[in-house]
């Protein structure tokens, strides 16, 4: 398995901006879907965006247009860029790296998981 370690969360206001990392180690990172999930309390853990190893990228309908995702495989790290952040925002953000090609909106595609990190949007 993949080890993954998420950073950059924090306390923002509504409109502001944060850049959560995540570094992958202990396997090849290019060889993996990479995936950013969130879950609010008393939610379910939901998709928010993946890039696949091809480049492909995906997002979520509710973050399009207001949040970037990238990868440096020289770095082994996958980026979650987030602007225009709102309250609705506010939840732990986990990354996820995935072996599989398919179902990546999916939880249930990824073989291993990050800590996660804590972001709340204040309005």
């Known amino acids: 398995q993949v080890q993954l370690v998420e950073s950059g969360g924090g306390l923002v206001q509504a409109g502001g901006s944060l850049r959560l990392s995540c570094a992958a180690s202990g396997r090849t990172f290019s060889n993996y879907a990479m995936g950013w999930f969130r879950q609010a309390p008393g939610k379910e853990r939901e998709f928010v965006a993946v890039?696949?190893?091809?480049?492909?990228?995906r997002y979520a309908d509710s973050v399009k247009g207001r949040f970037t995702i990238s990868r440096d495989n020289a770095k082994d790290t996958v980026y979650l860029q987030m602007n225009s952040l709102k309250p609705e925002d506010t939840a732990v953000y986990y990354c996820?790296?995935?072996?599989?090609?398919?179902?990546?909106?999916?939880?249930?595609?990824?073989?291993?998981w990050g800590q996660g990190t804590q972001v709340t949007v204040s309005s």
């Open positions: 996820a790296a995935g072996s599989g090609w398919t179902n990546l909106r999916l939880t249930s595609a990824y073989d291993s």
């Open positions: 890039i696949e190893r091809s480049g492909n990228i």
